[in-house]
């Protein structure tokens, strides 16, 4: 047996948390230490050496594609495919355990998967049912409340009646909302988890077949679990000390979402005889980078402590640009990007990082303009779009009729004579009757009060859905989603609205069928459960992974939360400003600033070589204009670590010389093949070829120091040497 592979790239702390023997562990160490490599790798050792069978292991990580990579990695290791181990994310592991025991769980078999979208027009229907009042109960804020109470672990039930007013009508719509779902056979994210723990909580048959099942338990991303998560995984190992976690106290980012960091202190006492592994050493970034994140961490109070060095080398600097606005950011990003892609760099190589979703419009319109592909994860996700939700709605009703939330999406989408007091009195129906709409929609056509033309109307929705089942019957699950989106109506719908809109959201739907043709049906499900319910539960969990480019080579552009555990050669964290980043939120109150700056440490720490800091001098986000400070994070850097980079010295500095010269030979044209030419960073070297004309001349060099190279023109800044 060859082990050399599993250990040998892994330095003395590592290899030892790899080769322990099964006992309860907790990995606790910095940024780009080598956490996620050592689980990979613990996996595969107790597979090939402690004769663990695949089918015995449990892993659970953060988001979708860190799952997609710890298997490719552990199945490379190993060599063979690992397709019976269970790896994903706490909601999809959830989900497959409440799939599998869904009587045991109480839920209908075919039930379905809300994402927060959908939750939030769940909610926001149900206070209109209840005539609570939209703007003194955002929507926004219940579902905030409700899904607070679920990652408590706390039912309705378990609550008592507050004498506050404000609190027993939150206890009132909770309780409501509850109903509604186990009406309608609907679960939100955070009811994944609360029903999968309450699953094993009640059922001791399901729970025992697990804790024999699951001989070993890891979790990456520690830090970052909730209460109901921790409960869940005690659970799972309870009276046995096979649960191996990682973490890092100081990327602790979603408490703002119910993460406990104290599950790392809690894990210590509940599992006594754990033992503790650090580690130290870096093996991402530059020492540059890594000094600045350690230097802005140290602002907090409170950490576990730990210091991260590395032997990489001091690199180069980290560059500060001050933009005049956020177009000229954007625009500088984008710049940089295109000279690094000209310079030979993958696009996929590059970050772009922001706190706020709507920042990345900017960046994408840039991005766009200059045809430079890119990819935006976790934004608007291709599940989110409204035309996929709507052929996505047709396929819940077809599979569960009393899926309320479908069933209002497209009642009238594409319009057809179904108008707002019809729906109005179905949903009263619904209210008085305590059954779902589909339900109340029959009964109001039996009640026969309706106008034969709405009437008419809404008969013929019934049927269209009833029909579609029908046909679908036996047909592959792409099929079935082709014919959904043949026969419903929507693409003739999309076909009326102005040309480019409508025919991206036709592609869409084509795409749709693509993914359904794609969907790997194997490798989420082991039993044998509907193939259409598979689909349109991965539909509500997929977080955007497996768009159609996902090999295309392309800019990655994120928040800073979802790049947590990832790594980037060249990072621009963007909107380095007080009130964005920290978010305005967080600046008077302390807990919350300092898991800004957690976030702010998670950020830096992507980068492997170069990482660009940026802020906007003014700046327009949600319609508002402002002069924002620069961040307070910038000055917890040392000076000795940045250098600030101006793109248009010509605007705001004389022309240096050198500048000149090489402004007159572009404007001229070109340099002479052979021409020997000097360029700041890697030397001397000689013109090879040319191409392209104006602003996308590109001239290819033979660096004496580093070879050939490709260089933009117009930011090469040659110098032109004599002889
Ligand atoms: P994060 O806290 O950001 O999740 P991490 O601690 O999980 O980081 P990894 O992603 O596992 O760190 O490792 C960071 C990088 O260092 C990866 O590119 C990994 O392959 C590399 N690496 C880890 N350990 C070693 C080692 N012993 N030798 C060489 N490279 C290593
Ligand atoms: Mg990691």
């Given at each position: 047996?060859?082990?050399t592979?599993?250990?040998?790239?892994?330095?003395?702390?590592?290899?030892?948390?790899v080769?322990?023997?099964?006992?309860?562990?907790l990995?606790?160490?910095?940024a780009g230490?080598?956490?996620?490599?050592?689980?990979v790798?613990?996996?595969?050792?107790?597979?090939?050496?402690?004769?663990e069978?695949?089918?015995?292991?449990?892993?659970?990580t953060?988001?979708?594609?860190?799952?997609?990579?710890?298997?490719?990695?552990?199945?490379?290791?190993?060599?063979?495919?690992?397709q019976?181990l269970?790896?994903?994310?706490?909601?999809?592991?959830a989900?497959?355990?409440l799939?599998?025991?869904?009587?045991?769980?109480k839920?209908p078999?075919?039930?379905?998967v809300?994402?927060?979208g959908d939750?939030?027009?769940?909610?926001?229907?149900?206070?209109n049912?209840?005539?609570?009042?939209?703007?003194?109960?955002?929507?926004?804020e219940v579902?905030?409340?409700?899904?607070?109470?679920k990652?408590?672990?706390?039912?309705?039930?378990?609550?008592v009646?507050a004498?506050?007013i404000?609190q027993?009508?939150?206890l009132r719509?909770?309780?409501a909302?509850?109903?509604?779902?186990d009406?309608?056979?609907?679960?939100?994210?955070?009811?994944l988890?609360?029903r999968?723990?309450?699953?094993?909580?009640d059922?001791?048959?399901v729970?025992?077949f697990?804790?024999?099942?699951?001989r070993?338990?890891?979790?990456?991303?520690?830090?970052?679990?909730?209460?109901?998560?921790?409960a869940?995984?005690r659970?799972?190992?309870?009276?046995?000390?096979?649960?191996?976690v990682?973490?890092?106290?100081?990327?602790?980012?979603?408490?703002?979402r119910?993460?406990?960091i104290?599950n790392?202190y809690?894990?210590?006492?509940h599992?006594?005889?754990?033992?503790?592994i650090?580690l130290?050493?870096?093996?991402?970034?530059?020492?540059?980078i890594?000094k600045?994140?350690?230097?802005?961490i140290?602002?907090?109070?409170?950490?576990?402590?730990k210091?991260?060095w590395?032997?990489?080398?001091?690199?180069?600097?980290?560059?500060?640009?001050?933009?005049?606005?956020?177009?000229?950011?954007?625009?500088?990003v984008?710049?940089?990007?295109?000279?690094w892609?000209n310079?030979g760099?993958?696009?996929?190589?590059?970050?772009?990082?922001?706190r706020s979703?709507a920042q990345?419009?900017q960046?994408?319109?840039?991005?766009?303009?200059?045809?430079?592909?890119?990819?935006?994860y976790?934004?608007?996700r291709?599940?989110?779009?409204a035309?996929i939700?709507?052929a996505?709605?047709?396929?819940?009703?077809?599979?569960?009729?009393?899926d309320?939330?479908?069933?209002e999406r497209?009642?009238?989408?594409?319009?057809?004579g179904?108008?707002?007091?019809?729906?109005?009195?179905?949903?009263?129906?619904?209210?008085?009757?305590?059954?779902?709409?589909?339900?109340?929609?029959?009964?109001?056509?039996n009640?026969r009060t309706?106008?034969?033309?709405?009437?008419?109307?809404l008969?013929?929705?019934?049927?269209?859905i009833?029909?579609?089942?029908k046909?679908?019957?036996g047909l592959?699950l792409?099929?079935?989603?082709?014919?959904v989106?043949?026969?419903?109506g929507?693409?003739?719908l999309?076909q009326?609205?102005?040309?480019?809109?409508?025919?991206e959201?036709?592609?869409?739907?084509?795409?749709?069928?693509?993914?359904?043709?794609l969907?790997?049906?194997?490798?989420e499900?082991?039993?044998?459960?509907?193939?259409?319910?598979?689909?349109?539960?991965?539909?509500?969990?997929?977080s955007?992974?497996?768009?159609?480019?996902?090999f295309?080579?392309?800019?990655?552009?994120?928040?800073?939360?979802?790049?947590?555990?990832l790594e980037?050669?060249?990072?621009?964290?963007?909107?380095?400003?007080?009130?964005l980043?920290?978010?305005?939120?967080?600046?008077?109150?302390?807990?919350?600033?300092?898991?800004?700056?957690?976030l702010c440490y998670?950020?830096m720490?992507?980068?492997?070589?170069?990482?660009?800091?940026?802020?906007?001098?003014?700046?327009r986000l949600y319609?508002?204009?402002?002069y924002p400070?620069?961040?307070?994070?910038?000055r917890?850097?040392?000076?000795?670590?940045?250098?600030?980079?101006?793109?248009?010295?010509t605007?705001?500095?004389p022309?240096?010389?050198?500048?000149?010269?090489?402004?007159?030979?572009?404007?001229t044209?070109?340099?002479?093949?052979?021409?020997?030419?000097?360029?700041?960073?890697?030397?001397e070297?000689v013109?090879?070829?040319?191409?392209?004309?104006?602003?996308?001349?590109?001239?290819q060099?033979?660096?004496?120091?580093?070879?050939?190279?490709?260089l933009?023109?117009a930011?090469?800044k040659?110098?032109?040497l004599?002889?």
């Amino acid at each position: 047996m060859d082990i050399t592979k599993i250990i040998g790239p892994l330095n003395d702390a590592q290899r030892q948390a790899v080769t322990a023997p099964s006992q309860a562990m907790l990995v606790l160490a910095g940024a780009g230490s080598g956490k996620t490599r050592v689980l990979v790798h613990r996996i595969a050792w107790q597979i090939q050496v402690e004769g663990e069978s695949a089918h015995s292991i449990l892993a659970v990580t953060f988001t979708n594609k860190a799952a997609k990579e710890m298997r490719g990695r552990i199945e490379d290791l190993l060599k063979v495919s690992a397709q019976t181990l269970w790896i994903g994310t706490f909601h999809g592991i959830a989900h497959r355990l409440l799939r599998r025991h869904a009587k045991e769980a109480k839920l209908p078999e075919t039930f379905q998967v809300m994402d927060s979208g959908d939750q939030l027009r769940v909610i926001k229907r149900l206070l209109n049912t209840l005539n609570f009042d939209d703007s003194k109960w955002p929507p926004r804020e219940v579902q905030w409340y409700i899904n607070a109470q679920k990652d408590e672990g706390i039912r309705a039930r378990h609550m008592v009646e507050a004498a506050d007013i404000h609190q027993r009508q939150m206890l009132r719509i909770y309780r409501a909302y509850e109903e509604l779902c186990d009406r309608s056979g609907l679960v939100d994210f955070a009811e994944l988890l609360l029903r999968a723990h309450e699953l094993l909580r009640d059922n001791p048959a399901v729970l025992d077949f697990y804790q024999q099942r699951f001989r070993q338990v890891h979790v990456d991303e520690f830090q970052d679990t909730n209460t109901i998560q921790y409960a869940w995984l005690r659970l799972l190992t309870d009276g046995k000390d096979n649960l191996f976690v990682v973490g890092d106290d100081d990327q602790s980012i979603y408490g703002w979402r119910g993460a406990k960091i104290e599950n790392i202190y809690s894990f210590q006492k509940h599992y006594p005889n754990h033992q503790v592994i650090k580690l130290e050493q870096n093996y991402r970034s530059t020492g540059t980078i890594l000094k600045a994140a350690n230097k802005i961490i140290a602002n907090n109070a409170g950490r576990m402590g730990k210091e991260l060095w590395t032997d990489a080398g001091e690199g180069d600097k980290i560059s500060l640009y001050a933009a005049f606005n956020e177009q000229d950011e954007a625009y500088f990003v984008v710049e940089r990007i295109r000279a690094w892609v000209n310079e030979g760099g993958l696009r996929s190589d590059a970050a772009i990082l922001y706190r706020s979703n709507a920042q990345s419009r900017q960046f994408e319109e840039k991005l766009m303009a200059t045809g430079t592909p890119y990819r935006v994860y976790g934004g608007l996700r291709f599940f989110d779009r409204a035309e996929i939700k709507n052929a996505l709605a047709y396929l819940r009703l077809m599979s569960n009729r009393h899926d309320d939330a479908s069933f209002e999406r497209v009642i009238n989408t594409p319009t057809r004579g179904i108008g707002a007091k019809a729906i109005d009195d179905i949903r009263c129906i619904a209210r008085d009757q305590s059954i779902s709409l589909w339900a109340a929609a029959i009964v109001l056509i039996n009640q026969r009060t309706m106008t034969a033309r709405a009437a008419n109307a809404l008969t013929g929705f019934l049927e269209l859905i009833k029909n579609l089942d029908k046909q679908a019957e036996g047909l592959a699950l792409y099929e079935k989603v082709r014919l959904v989106v043949e026969k419903c109506g929507l693409v003739e719908l999309y076909q009326k609205e102005k040309m480019d809109k409508g025919e991206e959201k036709i592609e869409n739907l084509e795409e749709l069928v693509n993914a359904a043709r794609l969907f790997d049906f194997d490798q989420e499900n082991e039993e044998n459960l509907g193939e259409l319910d598979m689909f349109l539960a991965h539909a509500a969990l997929e977080s955007g992974d497996s768009q159609a480019d996902d090999f295309e080579d392309c800019v990655q552009l994120m928040t800073l939360h979802s790049a947590k555990g990832l790594e980037f050669k060249l990072v621009f964290l963007v909107g380095m400003e007080e009130g964005l980043f920290p978010s305005q939120q967080s600046v008077d109150d302390v807990a919350r600033l300092e898991e800004e700056r957690r976030l702010c440490y998670v950020g830096m720490t992507r980068a492997m070589k170069q990482l660009y800091l940026t802020y906007a001098e003014s700046r327009r986000l949600y319609g508002r204009e402002s002069y924002p400070r620069p961040s307070r994070f910038l000055r917890e850097i040392p000076a000795e670590f940045l250098q600030e980079v101006r793109m248009r010295a010509t605007v705001s500095r004389p022309v240096t010389a050198v500048q000149a010269k090489a402004a007159s030979l572009q404007a001229t044209g070109s340099y002479k093949l052979g021409q020997r030419v000097g360029h700041a960073k890697f030397g001397e070297g000689v013109v090879l070829q040319m191409e392209g004309s104006g602003a996308q001349e590109r001239v290819q060099i033979n660096f004496k120091q580093v070879g050939v190279k490709w260089l933009m023109l117009a930011y090469a800044k040659l110098e032109v040497l004599q002889g």
